[in-house]
């Protein structure tokens, strides 16, 4: 298929997991995609991989240069219709445990840098013809979720900041929607024991992870022309978990 075809792609934290899905996703779509990421390494193998039609830039999404850097890469790609606030960072730690310094390592890289995201890629977005604009929220960010404060405080603010941008740019014709998977099955749970996985999974209905391929699908229909009327959407994707 070609629901892609001749557009250019940003995958913020795109170098593993589901970052890394989408981009495949997209270049079998017909994509371009920019892949950025801190973990150089990972990010420059898949984007050799994945051949002439993807390049890596390092990129910490809580910089404003990098941001420059990563436009311009997309650039050089041909201009810019879709981006995915994809990185984030999780911490699990209920409210005593959460101390100033972790709250604020949550809001850099998950809120600040999903804000500095979608105002830089607006001018080469409006340049190209308009755009979609996808943000990585949680399950998190749609209800109370234990032992995690500072992660569900700024993945509620992505889903408010994403109707807030939907509302200031469907002029600009760029369309912005969040995401909120339930337990997908990546690194970023390693962080809990098995047992705590496990017992996380007894709150899924379908009672299982959903996999990295589940997420890059959706994310390919918001990205696409397919969703064209949809933005300030939020979409969960999460086996049932919030129902
Ligand atoms: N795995 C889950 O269960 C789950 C559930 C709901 C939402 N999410 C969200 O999905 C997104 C992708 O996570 P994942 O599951 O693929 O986990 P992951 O840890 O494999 O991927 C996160 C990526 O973000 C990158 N990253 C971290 N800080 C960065 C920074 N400052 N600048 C640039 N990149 C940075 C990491 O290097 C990594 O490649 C995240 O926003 C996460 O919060 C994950």
Redesign the pocket.
Known sequence: MNRLKDKVILI????????AAEARLCVAEGARVVI????EDQGRALAAELGQSASFVR????LETDWARAIAAATALGGLHGMVN?????QPATLMETDVAMFERHMR??QL?CFIGMKAVVPLMEKSGGGSIVN?????GLRGSPGALAYSAT?WALRGMTKAAALDLAPKKIRVNSIH????D????HVRTPEQNAARLEMVPMKRMGT?DEIANLVLFLLSDESSYCTGAEVAIDGGSTL
Not at 36 to 39: A, C, I, M, P, S
Not at 136 to 140: F, L, N, R, V
Not at 181 to 184: D, L, M, N, Q, S
């Open positions: 913020s934290g795109g170098a593993r997991g589901q970052g950025g990421d801190l973990l990129h910490d999404v809580t994809n990185a984030g960072i999780y890289v998950n840098g990585i929220s949680s399950t998190a993945k998977p339930g337990p997908i990546t690194e970023m749970l990295v």
